[in-house]
């Protein structure tokens, strides 16, 4: 669609732009310029009241339904009115291309300037064709898939007309009480930058008409919570914000992400939304961060109740002055900060430089060229749905399961001449494998795994629901009711396992029971769903437990007795076909864990890089209590980061380092042999951990850095490289700044954090 629209300035006004003054005159349309890009944005800036300029960091909430009359009264008339004046910058769950092109239509063809709305909406891991959680894609390390998943979910939200998604949440999560866990990469800092990298990527792209902004988020501390509860106090130390936390988020900056999100929680006793040494010093200023920065929902207002801000204004002083560029419905901007302006509490610079952020923005993603550019009803039809993004996500599913014990290789299933008792109301549950974060989505869209399990004609397949997860309508907002009586089914699917050959037991948490606000405090399989798995177990222990959930659970009785497991998640649209490819035999799982999973809650938060303590209880004699452990549970996970079976068997050997040591500006070549010594082909991710044995600050026990996804053919042996330089062991020193120190180091390379084939090296600089 060519936009025409004599009054629009589409990209700048040329006179202001070659030095001359400002006109009021605004039916100016300069489409065509070879201006850099900040002229551009300032030529703009040149023509704005301060009103207009505070209207471009306002963000509002869809407040009107498009096709129904104009509000008269309230909130939402207030709101339209501010859109008609230009007072409105971005708008949030608006989707549609009939919806989103009739508002920005009046931002464009009734304001005054005539300044194109950017369209926001919370596109995690999908818009209409749903991939895996997060969490979930993080498990299967391929890092193609990743950034293919985020071009899928991208391609469909830019089709329906938006241009912004709140993604990738890049939280380093080690508590898996925590809800949010399932929109992160897990707990490992090198795979949550190496994932975030993918999600930039794949979401921005080029920037062209399938493509959305990304929101890079939560800045910064937000998963540390304390007790996993969200929303809950962080206390965290210098080292490790700059250790672990930060890490993700300079890995996306760096990947080009034109925006960021401040969090919910405090840092050092202030609200990130109006921190200034996270936003100004360290995002805007060491990073050199050029996008801008979105407040979460409310988050400027919840600095009074955090008991920093007095009132609305005062929050507003504050998060302007730390550079919160644009307010997410807390109406702060809009209402005070022209007055904060006025009576000098707020700069005009800092309002000037949070407006060329966001308009700089707008004209990267062609808004000022063509405002409509997101509005083709015509392609929202083509694009929505594809069979190839149902491939795709597809693709991505099977990926990201991982198999947690095999014994007896019960899997792979056989295609013939089984009978099959399938048992569990997820596995007849249409919504919740699409999980949490997916509100564009349908329900009853997803494929169930009964559905997946029926398409292998072979084998007689029964069904019994067994009990239900939760009771009633599960909505995305409100609180699940979970089944904590209701065994009525029980005696029906004791029945049904007595007369089976194999056992397919589908339990964990419904999609809405993890995500925000939706913290446990219990991480065994909810409401009475482990008493059903040990019934059924009294009655066929042949069993196959396939998991679906947002985040680790406890299931040590499971580990001990089932002997076959499962880890699907919440895998999306393609749920059901992805599971029964991998439980046929179709797709030979090669998932590995991105957060561990505990033996019991009293271990969280548990992760794999830990510090050593003075009292780490390496040979401790067995009647000592002196060493750090807890006396009802055994220590360590009860499977590891970085776990993860196949249906080949990978064997590491002759582990090597190229040099002793190596110095400033040189490396050393880590090599070793894996041999899939099955008669399967399959993939195995080889990880490679370092341990820096003495720093100026303590170090943890080992660290992810580096890992290679791999394909290796039944019988065959691959040596697989890796590189490592002063980059590879640098960190946040007790000088405050990444340097790498001079030491010795043990390295490890193999299939999961345990990883016990070991050499060193050292480093002199």
Same mark, same amino acid.
């Given at each position: 669609?060519?936009?025409?629209?004599?009054?629009?300035?589409?990209?700048?006004?040329?006179?202001?732009?070659?030095?001359?003054?400002?006109?009021?005159?605004?039916?100016?349309?300069?489409?065509? !310029?070879?201006?850099?890009?900040?002229?551009?944005?300032?030529?703009?800036?040149?023509?704005?009241?301060?009103?207009?300029?505070?209207?471009?960091?306002?963000?509002?909430?869809? &407040?009107?339904?498009?096709?129904?009359?104009?509000?008269?009264?309230?909130?939402?008339?207030?709101?339209?009115?501010?859109?008609?004046?230009?007072?409105? @910058? =971005?708008?949030?769950?608006?989707?549609?291309?009939?919806?989103?092109?009739?508002?920005?239509?009046?931002?464009?063809?009734? +304001?005054?300037?005539?300044?194109?709305?950017?369209?926001?909406?919370?596109?995690?891991?999908?818009?209409?064709?749903?991939?895996?959680?997060?969490?979930?894609?993080?498990?299967?390390?391929?890092?193609?898939?990743?950034?293919?998943?985020? *071009?899928?979910?991208?391609?469909?939200?830019?089709?329906?007309?938006?241009?912004?998604?709140?993604?990738?949440?890049?939280?380093?999560?080690?508590?898996?009480?925590?809800?949010?866990?399932?929109?992160?990469?897990?707990?490992?800092?090198?795979?949550?930058?190496?994932?975030?990298?993918?999600?930039?990527? $794949?979401? *921005?792209?080029?920037? $062209?008409?399938?493509?959305?902004?990304?929101?890079?988020?939560?800045?910064?501390?937000?998963?540390?919570?304390?007790? @996993?509860?969200?929303?809950?106090?962080?206390?965290?130390?210098?080292?490790? %914000?700059?250790?672990?936390?930060?890490?993700?988020?300079?890995?996306? =900056?760096?990947?080009?992400?034109?925006?960021?999100?401040?969090?919910?929680?405090?840092?050092?006793?202030?609200?990130?939304? $109006?921190?200034?040494?996270?936003?100004?010093?360290?995002?805007?200023?060491?990073?050199?961060?050029?996008?801008?920065?979105?407040?979460?929902?409310?988050?400027?207002?919840?600095?009074?109740?955090?008991?920093?801000?007095?009132?609305?204004?005062?929050?507003?002083?504050?998060?302007?002055?730390?550079?919160?560029?644009?307010?997410?419905?807390?109406?702060?901007?809009?209402?005070?900060?022209?007055?904060?302006?006025?009576?000098?509490?707020?700069?005009?610079?800092?309002?000037?430089?949070?407006?060329?952020?966001?308009?700089?923005?707008?004209?990267?993603?062609? %808004?000022?060229?063509?405002?409509?550019?997101?509005?083709?009803?015509?392609?929202?039809?083509?694009?929505?749905?594809?069979?190839?993004?149902?491939?795709?996500?597809?693709?991505?599913?099977?990926?990201?399961?991982?198999?947690?014990?095999?014994?007896?290789?019960?899997?792979?299933?056989?295609?013939?001449?089984?009978?099959?008792?399938?048992?569990?109301?997820?596995?007849?549950?249409?919504?919740?494998?699409?999980?949490?974060?997916?509100?564009?989505?349908?329900?009853?869209?997803?494929?169930?795994?009964?559905?997946?399990?029926?398409?292998?004609?072979?084998?007689?397949? +029964?069904?019994?629901?067994?009990?239900?997860?939760?009771?009633?309508?599960?909505? &995305?907002?409100?609180?699940?009711?979970?089944?904590? !009586?209701?065994?009525? $089914?029980?005696?029906?699917?004791?029945?049904?396992?007595?007369?089976?050959?194999?056992?397919?037991?589908?339990?964990?948490?419904?999609?809405?029971?993890?995500?925000?606000?939706?913290?446990?405090?219990?991480?065994?399989?909810?409401?009475?769903? *482990?008493?059903?798995?040990?019934?059924?177990?009294?009655?066929?222990?042949?069993?196959?437990?396939?998991?679906?959930?947002?985040?680790?659970?406890?299931?040590?009785?499971?580990?001990?007795?089932?002997?076959?497991?499962?880890?699907?998640?919440?895998?999306?649209?393609?749920?059901?076909?992805?599971?029964?490819?991998?439980?046929?035999?179709?797709?030979?799982?090669?998932?590995?864990?991105?957060?561990?999973?505990?033996?019991?809650?009293?271990?969280?938060?548990?992760?794999?890089?830990?510090? =050593?303590?003075?009292?780490?209880?390496?040979?401790?004699?067995?009647?000592?209590?002196?060493?750090?452990?807890?006396?009802?549970?055994?220590?360590?996970?009860?499977?590891?980061?970085?776990?993860?079976?196949?249906?080949?068997?990978?064997?590491?050997?002759?582990?090597?380092? =190229?040099?002793?040591? &190596?110095?400033?500006?040189?490396?050393?070549?880590?090599?070793?042999?894996?041999?899939?010594?099955?008669?399967?082909?399959?993939?195995?991710?080889?990880?490679?951990?370092?341990?820096?044995?003495?720093?100026?600050?303590?170090?943890?026990?080992?660290?992810?850095?580096?890992?290679?996804?791999?394909?290796?053919?039944?019988?065959?042996?691959? +040596?697989?490289?890796?590189?490592?330089?002063?980059?590879?062991?640098? &960190?946040?020193?007790?000088?405050?700044?990444?340097?790498?120190?001079?030491?010795?180091?043990?390295?490890?390379?193999?299939?999961?954090?345990?990883?016990?084939?070991?050499?060193?090296?050292?480093?002199?600089?």
């Amino acid at each position: 669609m060519k936009y025409t629209l004599p009054k629009y300035i589409l990209a700048a006004c040329l006179a202001v732009a070659m030095g001359c003054s400002a006109t009021k005159q605004n039916n100016v349309a300069v489409k065509s !310029t070879q201006l850099p890009l900040d002229r551009k944005v300032d030529s703009v800036l040149a023509l704005m009241t301060l009103e207009e300029k505070v209207g471009q960091m306002n963000q509002y909430n869809g &407040f009107w339904e498009v096709t129904g009359p104009v509000p008269k009264e309230g909130a939402a008339a207030l709101k339209y009115e501010h859109l008609k004046k230009g007072w409105v @910058g =971005s708008m949030l769950n608006v989707k549609g291309v009939k919806d989103v092109k009739a508002l920005q239509k009046i931002a464009v063809e009734e +304001t005054r300037l005539g300044i194109p709305v950017i369209f926001g909406f919370d596109v995690i891991h999908g818009f209409k064709t749903i991939s895996p959680i997060p969490l979930a894609e993080a498990a299967s390390w391929d890092l193609e898939a990743i950034e293919r998943s985020a *071009q899928i979910a991208a391609a469909e939200a830019a089709a329906s007309g938006l241009n912004w998604t709140f993604s990738p949440m890049v939280d380093v999560s080690r508590d898996a009480r925590w809800g949010r866990v399932m929109e992160g990469a897990g707990e490992d800092t090198y795979l949550n930058s190496r994932i975030a990298e993918a999600r930039v990527k $794949g979401f *921005q792209g080029n920037l $062209g008409e399938f493509s959305v902004a990304a929101c890079v988020k939560h800045f910064a501390g937000y998963s540390f919570a304390e007790a @996993g509860k969200d929303y809950n106090t962080v206390e965290v130390s210098n080292n490790t %914000l700059h250790n672990i936390i930060l890490p993700p988020f300079k890995a996306a =900056s760096d990947a080009g992400a034109l925006t960021f999100m401040n969090s919910f929680n405090e840092l050092e006793g202030i609200p990130a939304t $109006g921190n200034a040494f996270l936003q100004r010093q360290l995002l805007k200023g060491e990073w050199g961060f050029k996008g801008f920065v979105v407040s979460d929902w409310g988050s400027m207002g919840e600095m009074i109740p955090h008991g920093y801000a007095k009132d609305m204004k005062e929050a507003a002083m504050y998060a302007a002055n730390a550079g919160s560029d644009m307010d997410m419905e807390s109406y702060g901007y809009v209402e005070h900060l022209a007055a904060l302006v006025r009576e000098g509490k707020v700069s005009q610079d800092k309002v000037d430089d949070a407006v060329r952020r966001i308009l700089r923005v707008k004209f990267m993603l062609g %808004l000022f060229d063509d405002p409509y550019k997101y509005c083709n009803e015509a392609r929202e039809k083509q694009t929505i749905g594809k069979k190839e993004f149902h491939d795709g996500v597809l693709d991505v599913a099977k990926k990201s399961i991982v198999l947690l014990k095999n014994e007896k290789n019960l899997l792979p299933l056989k295609k013939t001449g089984q009978k099959i008792a399938v048992i569990g109301a997820l596995a007849d549950d249409k919504t919740s494998p699409l999980g949490s974060w997916r509100i564009a989505a349908d329900d009853g869209t997803a494929v169930t795994v009964l559905e997946g399990l029926k398409k292998y004609p072979g084998n007689a397949i +029964t069904y019994s629901k067994g009990a239900d997860v939760a009771l009633g309508k599960v909505v &995305f907002g409100s609180e699940t009711k979970i089944n904590m !009586t209701d065994k009525s $089914g029980f005696s029906e699917a004791v029945n049904a396992a007595k007369s089976a050959d194999v056992v397919i037991m589908v339990l964990g948490e419904h999609g809405l029971q993890t995500g925000e606000g939706r913290s446990r405090s219990d991480l065994n399989l909810p409401g009475v769903q *482990q008493e059903l798995l040990e019934t059924v177990y009294k009655a066929n222990p042949n069993i196959v437990l396939v998991l679906n959930n947002g985040r680790p659970l406890t299931i040590p009785w499971a580990a001990q007795n089932i002997p076959a497991i499962v880890e699907a998640w919440q895998l999306g649209t393609q749920s059901g076909n992805a599971i029964a490819q991998v439980l046929y035999g179709d797709y030979n799982p090669s998932g590995k864990l991105p957060m561990s999973f505990p033996r019991n809650v009293g271990q969280e938060p548990l992760y794999y890089n830990h510090k =050593s303590t003075g009292r780490p209880g390496n040979g401790q004699p067995t009647e000592s209590v002196f060493w750090s452990h807890y006396i009802d549970v055994q220590d360590g996970a009860l499977y590891p980061f970085g776990y993860g079976l196949s249906y080949s068997k990978f064997e590491y050997s002759n582990l090597k380092v =190229s040099s002793n040591s &190596f110095g400033k500006g040189g490396k050393v070549s880590v090599s070793v042999d894996v041999t899939n010594s099955s008669k399967v082909d399959g993939k195995e991710v080889v990880q490679l951990y370092l341990r820096d044995l003495i720093g100026s600050v303590t170090r943890p026990v080992r660290e992810l850095k580096d890992f290679e996804l791999t394909e290796i053919k039944a019988g065959q042996t691959k +040596t697989i490289t890796f590189a490592i330089n002063e980059k590879t062991i640098e &960190f946040y020193t007790a000088n405050n700044k990444w340097e790498a120190e001079p030491g010795d180091f043990k390295v490890y390379v193999g299939g999961n954090s345990s990883a016990t084939l070991e050499a060193s090296f050292g480093y002199t600089n």
